[in-house]
């Protein structure tokens, strides 16, 4: 079964700072792709980036970068400059490529970003 | 496109009532979910389709039934409300490829006294 574990329950960062959101993810599955999104205070969820297993480039979208260790099952999400409306709740999850295709969250991370 | 709606945004039900909440998307995507968000967690998968009149159970189902008539609905059936279904209920939806990513529902928020 898949399963997604964020260790870190919250964080606080200074603003500017770069941040990096720990997430490492158990499968037995060759084909997977893995996402992070974000739930602002407002509750909806936004979705910030995309990596797939069989990508060997690190995925990028603007001020994200996804860290993607295939041998360690580790997909950490990177924020550079951060700004204050990065504070939220930042789940990462994982989707299978075969079968279900069923969506697989882990319990998140609240990030506050201080000025 | 409107995307994903849910109705209602907020209901407060009776433990044993019944209720139906409301998905739709007007997107023409195959995947539809429904997941739970309690306090502190993160998002459980309630029940699944991939396509009209397909539909699977996810992680937490029990007290839960789905049915999928179209492709653009989704309702999810409370059957007997418990206090225990309190929580946070998001619809989303997706092309049937797993590279694409989830696209959510503002969310209902149910209370059950």
């Known amino acids: 079964a898949q399963k997604i574990t964020q260790t870190q329950p919250g964080m606080f960062v200074q603003e500017k700072e770069a941040v990096t959101l720990d997430c490492t993810y158990d499968?037995?599955?060759?084909?997977?792709?893995l996402f992070w999104y974000k739930q602002p205070s407002s509750g909806e969820m936004i979705f910030l980036i995309y990596?797939?297993?069989?990508?060997?480039q690190n995925a990028t979208e603007g001020r994200y970068s996804l860290n993607f260790q295939k041998a360690r099952k580790s997909a950490n999400l990177v924020i550079s400059a951060s700004q204050l409306g990065d504070s939220a709740m930042y789940f990462c999850?994982?989707?299978?490529?075969?079968?279900?295709?069923?969506?697989?969250f882990g319990q998140g991370t609240r990030l506050t970003i201080n000025p | 496109n409107a995307g994903v709606t849910q109705t209602p945004k907020f209901q407060v039900l009776k433990t044993g009532q019944s209720m139906t909440l409301q998905c739709a998307q007007d997107?023409?995507?195959?995947?539809m979910s429904w997941y739970r968000q309690d306090p502190g967690m993160g998002l459980r998968l309630i029940h699944y389709?991939?396509?009209?009149?397909?539909?699977d159970q996810g992680e937490v189902p029990n007290g839960y039934n789905v049915s999928r008539s179209t492709t653009e609905d989704f309702p999810l059936r409370l059957l007997s409300a418990a206090p225990s279904q309190t929580s946070v209920y998001f619809c989303?939806?997706?092309?049937?490829?797993?590279?694409?990513?989830?696209?959510f529902g503002p969310g209902t928020r149910l209370t059950v006294l």
């Open positions: 999850a994982m989707r299978e490529i075969q079968g279900a295709q069923k969506l697989v």
């Open positions: 989303a939806s997706s092309p049937r490829r797993a590279y694409n990513e989830q696209f």
């Open positions: 499968t037995s599955d060759q084909s997977y792709g």
């Open positions: 990596q797939g297993s069989y990508d060997e």
């Open positions: 389709s991939v396509g009209a009149g397909i539909t």
């Open positions: 997107m023409n995507h195959e995947y």
